[in-house]
């Protein structure tokens, strides 16, 4: 029992920090972008530190062949002036420098290699920023689609609202006209009382007319016309 309490609030938890990474997405690849930012900023004066040691056993370096070049000759000198003593004194301290010339040369190329692989990660780590900067633009773009879209179906209410207003205007506009209908009841109830009957068959020529019609009025106008007076 405690092990599946354990397993559903771990769970819990689990769901929890989601939600909080998802609502805060944006904030936090910041953040990342951030620290790794500062991260390669300490490997940039890291190198910097490194190139400075370079040029500094370079120069060490480039002193000690000049003093074990001039020492070299100088004990030359002094064998052929059969100076033994200070030719043996300059052998020792030819000794020395060139051994802490070795050490020097060595302590260069370490730093070199050093330098080499630190210049390298810099490198990636910079088109990895790069990358990470473009990402958080598409994120914040995406991210800007979503709010814009809530925003429109809590408007719209996710569509529902729009489909039940689409239905009411086709039921608004495909409504019966009540004058038409009235007319329409009027005819009928014209047409049961025989009230139009006698219209109809004089229509046809059967009787008398019960109403005028443009030709009889036309008729009427004719006879009533002046006759045009002669010279």
């Known amino acids: 029992m405690f092990r599946t309490l354990s397993t559903l609030l771990a769970g819990a938890s689990a769901r929890s920090e989601d939600r909080v990474r998802d ?8 953040q990342k972008i951030r620290e790794a930012d500062n991260s390669l900023k300490a490997a940039k004066a890291t190198l910097a530190t490194i190139i400075q040691r370079q040029r500094a056993e370079d120069r060490q370096a480039n002193t000690l062949k000049s003093r074990i070049s001039d020492m070299t000759a100088r004990a030359q000198d002094a064998l ?16 020395n420098m060139e051994n802490e010339l070795t050490i020097r040369l ?3 190329d370490r730093l070199d290699q050093k330098g080499m692989r630190l210049r390298s990660s810099i490198e990636a780590g910079h088109r990895r920023i790069i990358d990470l900067k473009q990402g958080a633009i598409q994120a914040r773009a995406v991210r800007r689609e979503h709010h814009i879209q809530r925003r429109l179906n809590a408007t719209a209410g996710t569509n529902t ?8 205007i086709q039921r608004v506009i495909g409504a019966d006209d009540p004058f038409e209908q009235s007319e329409i009841l009027r005819g009928i109830e014209n047409d049961l009382s025989h009230d139009t009957l006698a219209d109809r068959m004089a229509d046809h020529g059967f009787g ?24």
């Open 106 to 108: 060595e302590t260069l």
């Open 23 to 30: 609502a805060f997405a944006i904030e936090l690849i910041d």
């Open 161 to 168: 609202a729009v489909d039940e207003a689409e239905e009411l």
């Open 208 to 231: 008398a007319a019960t109403r005028k019609t443009g030709q009889d009025v036309l008729a009427q106008l004719k006879a009533k016309k002046p006759n045009k007076s002669k010279h």
């Open 80 to 95: 052929r002036a059969d100076r033994e003593d200070l030719a043996a004194e300059a052998a020792e301290a030819i000794a």
